[in-house]
């Protein structure tokens, strides 16, 4: 167990998760700021993309790199510091830090050894898309980035395609449109919004059906960086819903409910799980096996 008063003794060290604008660089907070001014040093993904930010609020705090290949060796540097009781933030290039981004093992670790965590609210992507999609955010399922291969994107859809939650993703402009694709394949017409290069000049929504984002996609050039909001299951039309037996089940026990409720071989039962889900026998034997 662990009990944190986050405001109790000032002359302890903090580990502060510092949030940083997502495009517009009026999207920094006052806090923000002067807790980036009064930390004694700033741990940034990159720290050439921090100096500018620095510079431009006029800022000279030290930094120092904290990034996906370094991260273990700082994160005992870092620890050791705060143990002394001096406060660090962590900054990532855009937005909060740790959401698709480095920084969740240094929180973790300043946890394990008793220290302070404060995290300051700001700006992130994945939220102002969910909110500007009109779609529901009653409930909603932050995913991030899907796998880049087809077939392990087509599993992964497939295993969130049962949640009524709106799915919330990132993807790079040059993925964009064979992700539209996976999703309609495997996610059925479903409501979508794309939210595009938010907070900047460029800002765009394109809201309609897979199917009509599509063939939006087809005449578009996809430039800038995007967030996608998909439609969860229960708000989707009926004839997507589907009412498979099998679409409670994962891969594995939808495989070995042939064979131990049918006795099908293991062969057979892939081979019959894949007809059920209309998706290639390769992908689910891939699955099966690995798991
Ligand atoms: N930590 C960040 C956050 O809190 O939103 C996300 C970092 S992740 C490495 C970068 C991805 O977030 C981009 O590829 C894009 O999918 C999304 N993203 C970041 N800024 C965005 C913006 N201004 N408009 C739309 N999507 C954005």
Redesign the pocket.
């Known amino acids: 167990m662990n009990i944190q008063k986050s405001f109790d003794d000032e002359t302890a060290g903090v580990l502060y998760v510092v949030?940083t604008p997502?495009?517009n660089l009026e999207d920094i907070t006052f806090r923000a700021l002067k807790i980036l001014k009064s930390v004694s040093l700033i741990a940034a993904e990159d720290t050439r993309n921090t100096k500018k930010l620095l510079n431009h609020f006029e800022l000279s705090t030290p930094l120092i790199s904290y990034h996906e290949h370094n991260k273990t060796a700082r994160e005992e540097q870092l620890l050791e510091r705060i143990k002394r009781g001096e406060s660090i933030a962590i900054v990532?290039?855009?937005?909060?830090?740790?959401?698709?981004?480095p920084g969740f093992e240094i929180v973790q670790a300043v946890i394990e050894e008793d220290q302070r965590v404060v995290v300051l609210p700001g700006?992130?992507?994945?939220?102002?898309?969910l909110i500007g999609s009109g779609l529901p955010t009653d409930e909603f399922y932050f995913y991030?980035?899907l796998p880049r291969k087809k077939k392990d994107k087509a599993l992964e859809l497939d295993r969130l395609k049962r949640l009524k939650a709106t799915l919330l993703?990132?993807?790079?402009p040059y993925r964009i449109k064979d992700t539209l694709k996976v999703i309609q394949e495997q996610l059925g017409n479903r409501n979508i919004a794309i939210?595009?290069?938010?907070?900047?000049r460029f800002?765009e929504f394109v809201r309609g059906t897979a199917e009509e984002l599509l063939n939006w996609a087809e005449n578009v050039e996809m430039r800038?960086?995007?967030?996608?909001v998909v439609e969860g299951t229960s708000h989707a039309t009926e004839e997507d819903k589907g009412d498979a037996w099998w679409e409670s089940l994962s891969v594995v026990a939808h495989v070995n409910h042939y064979i131990e409720e049918k006795g099908l071989s293991s062969k057979d039962a892939i081979k019959q799980a894949a007809v059920d889900r209309n998706i290639p026998k390769r992908d689910i034997y891939q699955t099966y096996h690995i798991e």
Do not use: H
């Open positions: 949030p997502i495009g990532s290039d855009a937005g909060m830090p740790t959401i698709s981004d700006a992130n992507a994945a939220l102002c898309g991030g980035f993703f990132y993807e790079s939210a595009r290069e938010l907070t900047k800002e800038g960086e995007f967030v996608l």
